[in-house]
C-alpha cells in the first residue's frame, strides 16, 4: 500500500520519508497515513478500512474450510448495506472513544510463534 501510494506522491511528502526510513506501524495509522496523503476523505479511508476488516475476516474463515470461497464474496456483499449503517452511525465519534479490550486474546496472541502448530504461517 504504501509503495503503490509513493508512486503519486512527491519525493519529499511524508510517505517517502516513512519507506526510505523503514518506519513500522499499526496497520490503521498506516493507512490513515496514506489516504491522508492522498487528500482521501476521512469518510472514505473509513469506509475503506471497514471493507479491508471485512474481507480479511472472510478470507480468514475461508482458509479454514469454515465458508467457501464464493459464499464469502456472497457474505461481503449481503454485508454491505449493514456495514454502511455502521459506519455512518459511528463514523464522527471522537478519537477518546476509540479502544478495545481482550487481555485473553493478547495473551494467546503472544504465544503464537511458538506453538507446534499454527493456524496460519503469515
Known amino acids: 500500500m504504501l509503495r503503490v501510494a509513493c508512486t503519486s506522491a512527491p519525493p519529499s511528502s511524508v510517505l517517502h520519508r516513512i519507506k526510505r526510513e523503514k518506519v513500522h506501524g499499526h496497520h490503521v495509522v498506516v493507512l490513515g497515513v496514506v489516504c491522508a496523503s492522498l487528500d482521501i476523505d476521512a469518510t472514505t479511508t473509513q469506509r475503506l478500512l471497514l471493507f479491508v476488516t471485512l474481507r480479511d475476516l472472510l478470507s480468514a474463515a475461508t482458509r479454514l474450510n469454515v ?44 504465544t503464537h510463534d511458538v506453538l507446534y502448530t499454527r493456524i496460519f504461517n503469515s
Open 67 to 110: 465458508i467457501g470461497p464464493l459464499e464469502s464474496a456472497k457474505t461481503l456483499a449481503q454485508m454491505a448495506p449493514l456495514a454502511e449503517s455502521i459506519l455512518n452511525a459511528k463514523k464522527d465519534r471522537p478519537l477518546a472513544d476509540a479502544h478495545q479490550s481482550s487481555p485473553f486474546l493478547d495473551l494467546v496472541h503472544a
